[in-house]
């Protein structure tokens, strides 16, 4: 098969090496990692490229994205298939499994995660400090509004005088995805969470997500949109579905 695959930088390791693994051609493109603060400009910038894919002579375009603050809820597949990880965020496909994703989000909720190609292609337009499922959403809305309104040091200080990052978030949890050298944010998680009182794991990812989204193996675990069809929430284990395009979003 020829494979497009539209992803996020997050993910920028995993993706390239399973591209370059992959039994099938793949053509790998990324898309800012800020860009998901604002959903709405991302789901419209993904749309464009997905529509532009027509007449490419690929076989189906693979997203390697989860749902991702509803930016991908609407998506619409063109004239070829469009395959997405039945994922909330990048954290299921860092951990490879949506079980180990639920275990995390149910047993330690208050965590910052670090993982390599985040911290290292974070920039100042990137102001959640953390990714995945321990973020609430009125905590960072409360920090982006001061990041508007103070800039980013001052905003990191007044949410310390607040006590917020320590009342809201209790671990540190740094992903080894077995990809690249990631000692460096590794280390500065230990020191974020000695610095915060907070505790400190290390843990395990899985590249199997990304690798069987790649290998084109989609039989469980994914969602596949023929022509015409939409990703919707479904609000349960399955996190997405699809359903046939609205006729007022023509």
Same mark, same amino acid.
């Not at 497009?4 to 993910?11: D, H, N, Q, R, T």
């Given at each position: 098969?020829?494979?497009? +695959?539209?992803?996020?930088?997050?993910? $920028?390791?995993?993706? #390239?090496?399973?591209?370059?693994?992959? @039994?099938?051609?793949?053509?790998?493109?990324?898309?800012?990692?800020?860009?998901?603060?604002? @959903?709405?400009?991302?789901?419209?910038?993904?749309?464009?490229?997905?529509?532009?894919?027509?007449?490419?002579? #690929?076989?189906?375009?693979?997203?390697?994205?989860?749902? +991702?603050?509803? /930016?991908?809820?609407?998506?619409?597949?063109?004239?070829? @298939?469009?395959?997405? @990880?039945?994922?909330?965020?990048?954290?299921?496909?860092?951990?490879?499994?949506?079980? %180990? #994703?639920?275990?995390?989000?149910?047993?330690?909720?208050?965590?910052?995660?670090?993982?390599?190609?985040?911290?290292?292609?974070?920039?100042?337009?990137?102001?959640?400090?953390?990714?995945?499922?321990?973020?609430?959403?009125?905590?960072?809305? $409360?920090?982006?509004?001061? *990041?508007?309104? #103070?800039?980013?040091?001052?905003?990191?200080?007044?949410?310390? *005088?607040?006590?917020?990052?320590?009342?809201?978030?209790?671990?540190?949890?740094?992903?080894?995805?077995?990809?690249?050298?990631?000692?460096?944010?590794?280390?500065? /998680?230990?020191?974020?969470?000695?610095?915060?009182?907070?505790?400190?794991? !290390?843990?395990?990812?899985?590249?199997?997500?990304?690798? %069987?989204?790649?290998?084109?193996?989609?039989? !469980?675990?994914?969602?596949?949109?023929?022509?015409?069809?939409?990703?919707?929430?479904?609000?349960?284990?399955?996190?997405?579905?699809?359903?046939?395009?609205?006729?007022?979003?023509?």
């Amino acid at each position: 098969m020829r494979l497009k +695959c539209l992803g996020c930088e997050a993910l $920028a390791r995993m993706v #390239y090496l399973c591209a370059a693994k992959s @039994p099938h051609i793949v053509n790998v493109e990324l898309f800012r990692l800020g860009l998901h603060n604002t @959903p709405s400009n991302l789901r419209d910038r993904l749309q464009e490229r997905i529509d532009s894919v027509t007449g490419q002579d #690929y076989d189906a375009i693979v997203m390697a994205y989860g749902l +991702c603050g509803q /930016a991908t809820e609407g998506l619409t597949a063109g004239e070829i @298939p469009l395959v997405i @990880p039945r994922a909330h965020d990048c954290i299921t496909l860092f951990l490879g499994d949506r079980e %180990r #994703y639920k275990d995390q989000f149910e047993n330690h909720p208050g965590t910052f995660w670090y993982a390599l190609d985040y911290i290292e292609r974070r920039d100042d337009s990137t102001t959640a400090l953390s990714l995945g499922s321990g973020m609430g959403g009125n905590i960072h809305e $409360a920090y982006d509004g001061f *990041v508007e309104k #103070y800039g980013k040091d001052n905003a990191n200080y007044l949410m310390e *005088v607040m006590g917020a990052w320590r009342e809201h978030y209790k671990r540190a949890a740094f992903i080894d995805m077995g990809v690249g050298d990631g000692t460096a944010v590794e280390e500065a /998680a230990k020191k974020e969470a000695k610095r915060r009182g907070w505790t400190f794991d !290390r843990i395990a990812g899985n590249l199997v997500l990304i690798r %069987r989204l790649l290998d084109g193996d989609w039989e !469980r675990d994914f969602l596949v949109l023929e022509p015409g069809q939409q990703i919707a929430m479904t609000y349960d284990d399955d996190v997405i579905g699809c359903q046939a395009i609205r006729k007022d979003s023509v």
